[in-house]
C-alpha cells in the first residue's frame, strides 16, 4: 500500500509541470526514454509504462486502477482528447489508445524516480518493434481489469483523501503556492505589456552618436509606432517626421543612399521593407541548373555527391534544379562542370526561361544573353533544334556566352553583339523574344552591394528608357503570325516599378501585344495600381519575385503575345518616346529644373492673372451695352473653346478606323483630352461666373438708380 | 562567312581523320538536315544549314560566333583544333584513351599524361596519332597526342610520357577569352 501512495505523491508532483508547460512535459519523456533503466522497461515499447521493480502482477494492474479515480480526473482530461483521436483512426483501439495514454502518464511519474539510473535504453527502443505486438494484447487485457475495478476503487479514493500523509499536505501546499506565484508572474507580464514604454521622438542631438544596435531598436519602435500611430504618436510630430526618421535610420543601418531607400519604401509596406532590407544582406542559396542535352539531373546529383557536395533539387517547379548547401570542392571546377554537366545560375534565372517555354524548332532570340545561362537553358528545351540567336552588345561580356556554349554542347545557336534596339532592321523575324533587359539591379543587392548607394534618379531613367527601347525592338522582331509563337518575355532583376510595370504598360500603349499568362505558379502578381500609375489591368499576369517571399533573387517576370505585326502609327515617333520618358520624371531630375518649372509656373499664374484681369475690363467696358451682347460675347467664346476641345477627338476618331487595335493609346489620349476639356470648362465657368457678379452688381446698381429716381 | 577553299578543306580533313578517321563521313552526310563547315576571320564552324541562315543575316563584323567552333587556321596555313571541337571529336574518337582519378587534374591543368596516370588505351594507337582522352567515368576530358604507340606503353616506365596534351576542357575556365 505505502509502494502505491508513492507512486501517487510522484504522480501528482510531476503533473505540475504539466500542467502549467506541455513542452516540460516533453522533454521529460525524452528525457525518460534516454534514461529508462532496469531489464523490465528494456522490453517495453516507448509508449509504455515503467512500473518499479516490486510491484509485478496484481500490483500492477492496481496501480492502474488508481490512474482512473475521481481524484485524478483534473490532469486526466486534457489527454482524453487525444485518446479521442486514436478514436478516429480505429474504433477498437479505444480502450488501447486510453491505455497508452494512462502509460505515458504513469512514465512522467516515474521519471524522478529512475533518473540516477544510466542503463543503456537503446536495447529497449531496439526492441521496440518485436515486441510492441505482445504488448498490444496485455493491454488490452490491462484494460479489461480496470473496467471491473473501477467502481470499488472510487470508494478507496476518498478515504486516502482524509488520512493523507503529511507528505501529501505538503504537496498539496507547494501546489497552492505555485498557482498564486503563476498568477502573479501573469499579471506582472500584463502590467510590462500595459505600461510598455512609448518611444520618444528623438531630438537632433541625440542622431549624433549611435551604435548600430541603437539604430536598429529604433527602427523597430518607428514601426511599431507606425503600425498604431493614432495611439502611440507622439502630439508633436507629424506622420511624415516618423517617416524621416525611419528612413534615416534604415539608410544608416543598412547603408542605403536616400534616394534608393525612398524607392524601396515607396514599393513595400514598412514590416515588409525591413525583410526585403534583411534578405537583400544574405546570399541567395547557390543553385545549379543541369544541362539537358549532357546529362540527366539523377546522373548529375549522383556524381556530385560521390564529389563529397551536399544538394537537393530545387523545388517542385523545377525539374533541372539543383540547390547547393555546401560542397568541398569550387562548384565551378569539378569535371563535370568543365565536361558542360551543369551551370551555376541563379533560380530566379529559371523563371524567364520557363514563362518563354520555348517549342522544338523554332526561332529564338535572347536579346541580352550574357552570360549564357537563359539562353544555354533555351537550347536545351528546345533540345539542340531550330535557331537561337544569342545577343549582347557587350564584346567582353559575349565570350561568357561562347565558352558556355561550347561547353554546354549548344549547337543550334548564332552568338552575336549587335546592338538590341536595331535589331528590327537587322534580321529576320522570330517565334519568340527573351528580353532579360539591363537593369538597375535592385534585386539582387545581395550579389553586388555596390547598387545601394550608386544609383540615382537619372541611373533609372536610362535603365528604363533604354528597356523600353529594347522591348519595341523585341516586339517589332517577333512574328505575330508565327504558328507556334509570336511571344514576348521581358524580364529584369529590378523591383523598382518604373523599370517593370511602366515599361510594359509603354509597350502595350505602343504595340500590337496583350499581356498573357506566363505559366508560372508562385510569385506575387503584379501591380495593376501603383501610386498615381494605372496600369492595364492584365498586368496581374505579370510575376513578381522577392529576397525575401521566395527565396530567389528579386524579379520580374511579363510575357507578352503580339496579335499583329502592324505597328501603331499614332504615337510610335521616337521623339514622343523621349517626351514621354521626359515627362515622366521631368520634374524630379535636378533642382535647376524644378527651379525653372517652378519659374514657368509663375509666368502662367502671371498670365493667368492678367487674363482674368481682362476678364474683369471686358465687362467694365461692355458695362454701358446691353446685357445681351456681354453675354454673346460669352457664348462665342464657349463656342471657341468647344471648337478647340471638339476638333482632336475627331481626328482621333479617323485614326480609330485606320489602327483598330490601339485602342489603348486613343484612350489615354481621350483621358488627357477631358483634362483638358475639364480645366478649359473650368475657365469658361470662372469666367462665367465672373459675368455673372458683374450682372449681378450691374442689377443693384440699376435698383438703386431706380430707387433714387423714385 | 565564306565556303573554306579546296585546299583548306584538306588540310582540315586530314587533320580531324587523325582523331576520328573515317567518321568525318557521319559529319557530313547527316540524317538530321544539311550540315557543312564555314570559315569566318580563319576560325572554321561547323554549322546546319538552318542556323547558317539565320547568321547570313547578321552583319560580320558582329556576328562572334555560329554553330560549333572547330579550331582556327594559323598565319603557316595549319590547322588547329580548338577544345571546342571535343563535342564532335569525343563521340567518334577512334583512339581514346581513358586517365585515373589522380592524373584527372593534371591533365586538366594542361600537362602531359605519364604512364603513372594511365588507366586504359584502346589497342592500335599509333605513335603520333591523334588521341581524345576521357576520365574513367567516360567523360571527355580533351585531346592530345600519342607519344608512344599502345605496345610501347606496356614496357615504358612509369614516367615516360604516354599522350601530349593538346587540349582540355580545363580552357573552358582558364583562358575563356581566348577559346576561339
Known amino acids: 500500500m505505502k509502494e502505491l501512495r508513492k507512486m501517487k505523491k510522484d504522480a501528482i508532483l510531476t503533473k505540475e509541470p504539466k500542467q502549467s508547460d506541455k513542452s516540460n512535459v516533453h522533454v521529460t519523456k525524452q528525457k525518460g526514454l534516454s534514461n529508462g533503466s532496469t531489464s523490465k522497461v528494456q522490453k517495453r515499447p516507448k509508449n509504455h509504462v515503467y512500473y518499479p521493480k516490486d510491484s509485478e502482477g496484481e500490483d500492477e494492474s492496481k496501480v492502474k486502477v488508481k490512474e482512473f479515480s475521481d481524484d485524478n480526473n483534473r490532469w486526466l482530461k486534457p489527454k482524453k482528447v487525444k485518446t479521442e483521436l486514436f478514436d478516429s483512426d480505429e474504433e477498437d483501439s479505444d480502450e488501447e489508445g486510453q491505455e497508452i495514454d494512462d502509460e505515458d502518464q504513469l512514465k512522467v511519474t516515474s521519471l524522478n524516480k529512475l533518473s540516477d539510473d544510466d542503463d543503456d535504453d537503446s536495447v529497449g527502443d531496439d526492441e521496440f518493434d518485436s515486441d510492441s505486438m505482445k504488448e498490444e494484447d496485455e493491454s488490452d487485457v490491462d484494460s479489461v481489469k480496470e473496467e471491473d475495478k473501477s467502481d470499488s476503487d472510487s470508494i478507496k479514493e476518498e478515504d486516502d483523501d482524509d488520512d493523507m500523509l503529511p507528505i501529501e499536505k505538503q504537496t498539496k501546499k507547494l501546489k497552492a503556492k505555485q498557482k498564486r506565484e503563476q498568477k502573479l508572474a501573469d499579471e506582472e507580464l500584463k502590467l510590462n505589456i500595459a505600461g510598455q514604454e512609448v518611444f520618444q521622438f528623438p531630438n537632433d542631438a541625440e542622431n549624433e552618436q549611435m551604435t548600430l544596435q541603437d539604430i536598429q531598436q529604433r527602427i523597430r519602435d518607428v514601426i511599431v509606432v507606425l503600425s498604431d500611430f493614432n495611439k502611440l504618436r507622439n502630439d508633436t510630430h507629424s506622420r511624415t517626421d516618423y517617416i524621416e526618421l525611419m528612413q534615416k535610420d534604415l539608410c544608416n543601418y543598412y547603408s542605403y543612399n536616400t534616394f534608393l531607400m525612398e524607392k524601396l519604401m515607396e514599393l513595400f509596406s514598412l514590416s515588409e521593407l525591413v525583410e526585403f532590407l534583411e534578405a537583400s544582406e544574405v546570399e541567395r542559396p547557390l543553385t545549379i541548373r543541369t544541362n539537358t542535352l549532357k546529362t540527366r539531373r539523377r546522373d548529375l546529383a549522383q556524381a556530385l555527391i560521390n564529389r563529397g557536395v551536399n544538394l537537393d533539387p530545387v523545388g517542385k517547379w523545377s525539374k533541372v534544379g539543383l540547390v547547393v548547401y555546401s560542397s568541398q570542392v569550387p562548384m565551378g571546377a569539378t569535371p563535370e562542370y568543365l565536361a558542360g554537366h551543369y551551370i551555376i545560375q541563379g533560380a530566379s534565372s529559371f523563371l524567364p526561361v520557363m514563362a518563354l517555354a520555348p517549342q522544338e524548332n523554332e526561332k529564338i532570340l535572347d536579346m541580352c544573353s550574357a552570360p549564357g545561362g537563359k539562353a544555354s537553358h533555351i537550347a536545351a528545351i528546345m533540345k539542340n533544334t531550330g535557331t537561337l540567336v544569342a545577343n549582347d552588345v557587350n564584346k567582353d561580356r559575349i565570350t561568357a556566352v561562347v565558352g558556355n556554349f561550347h561547353r554546354m554542347g549548344v549547337i543550334n545557336s548564332t552568338i552575336s553583339t549587335l546592338d538590341g534596339r536595331k535589331f528590327t532592321n537587322a534580321i529576320t523575324v522570330f517565334d519568340r523574344v527573351l528580353l532579360d533587359a539591363p537593369c538597375t539591379g535592385t534585386g539582387v543587392i545581395a550579389k553586388d552591394q555596390s547598387v545601394k548607394t550608386s544609383k540615382d534618379q537619372q541611373d533609372i531613367q536610362r535603365c528604363y528608357t533604354l528597356q523600353r527601347e529594347l522591348l519595341l525592338a523585341a516586339i517589332d522582331s517577333v512574328n505575330a503570325k508565327s504558328s507556334t509563337g509570336g511571344y514576348i518575355v521581358y524580364s529584369t532583376c529590378s523591383v523598382l516599378v518604373e523599370e517593370n510595370e511602366a515599361v510594359i504598360d509603354f509597350a502595350l500603349k505602343r504595340r500590337n501585344v496583350s499581356l498573357v499568362q506566363t505559366g508560372l505558379e508562385f510569385g506575387t502578381e503584379g501591380f495593376t495600381t501603383y501610386r498615381q500609375h494605372r496600369f492595364h489591368p492584365n498586368m496581374k499576369f505579370a510575376r513578381r519575385y522577392y529576397p525575401h517571399t521566395h527565396n530567389m533573387d528579386g524579379f520580374f517576370v511579363a510575357k507578352l503575345k503580339k496579335f499583329s505585326n502592324t505597328i501603331p502609327k499614332s504615337t510610335t515617333t521616337e521623339e514622343e518616346i523621349e517626351e514621354a520618358v521626359q515627362k515622366d520624371e521631368g520634374n524630379k531630375i535636378n533642382e535647376k529644373k524644378v527651379k525653372q518649372s517652378k519659374g514657368l509656373k509663375r509666368k502662367h499664374e502671371q498670365e493667368e492673372v492678367v487674363k482674368s484681369k481682362k476678364i474683369k475690363k471686358l465687362p467694365a467696358k461692355k458695362q454701358k451695352l446691353e446685357k445681351q451682347g456681354t453675354s454673346e460675347v460669352v457664348k462665342s467664346k464657349k463656342v471657341k473653346l468647344e471648337k478647340v476641345s471638339k476638333s482632336p477627338p475627331k481626328m482621333k476618331k479617323r485614326r480609330e478606323s485606320e489602327m483598330s487595335n490601339d485602342v489603348e493609346v486613343v484612350k489615354s489620349e481621350e483621358i488627357k483630352l477631358k483634362k483638358k476639356k475639364d480645366l478649359k470648362k473650368s475657365e469658361t465657368k470662372n469666367v462665367a461666373t465672373k459675368v455673372k457678379h458683374t450682372f449681378t452688381s450691374n442689377k443693384i446698381k440699376n435698383k438703386k438708380m431706380f430707387q433714387k429716381k423714385r | ?180
Open chain 2, 1 to 180: 562567312m565564306k565556303r573554306l577553299s579546296e585546299e583548306r578543306t584538306k588540310i582540315l580533313f586530314e587533320k580531324l581523320s587523325q582523331y576520328i578517321g573515317s567518321n568525318i563521313k557521319l559529319l557530313i552526310e547527316r540524317p538530321d538536315g544539311l550540315y557543312c563547315f564555314r570559315e569566318q576571320r580563319d576560325r572554321v564552324y561547323y554549322v546546319a544549314e538552318k542556323v547558317l541562315k539565320v547568321a547570313e543575316s547578321i552583319p560580320s563584323d558582329h556576328l562572334i560566333s555560329v554553330g560549333t567552333c572547330f579550331g582556327k587556321f594559323t598565319k603557316t596555313n595549319k590547322f588547329r583544333l580548338h577544345i571546342t571541337a571535343l563535342n564532335y571529336l569525343a563521340p567518334y574518337a577512334q583512339n581514346k584513351l581513358w586517365v585515373k582519378p589522380s592524373m584527372e587534374q593534371q591533365f586538366l591543368y594542361g600537362h602531359n599524361i605519364t604512364k603513372s596516370g594511365l588507366g586504359r588505351i584502346s589497342e592500335s594507337v599509333e605513335k603520333f596519332h591523334g588521341i581524345v582522352v576521357f576520365s574513367m567515368s567516360d567523360l571527355p576530358l580533351g585531346f592530345g597526342v600519342a607519344a608512344r604507340s599502345t605496345t610501347d606503353c606496356r614496357l615504358a616506365d612509369s614516367l615516360t610520357v604516354i599522350c601530349f596534351h593538346q587540349a582540355d576542357i580545363g580552357e573552358y575556365i582558364r583562358s575563356e577569352s581566348d577559346l576561339l
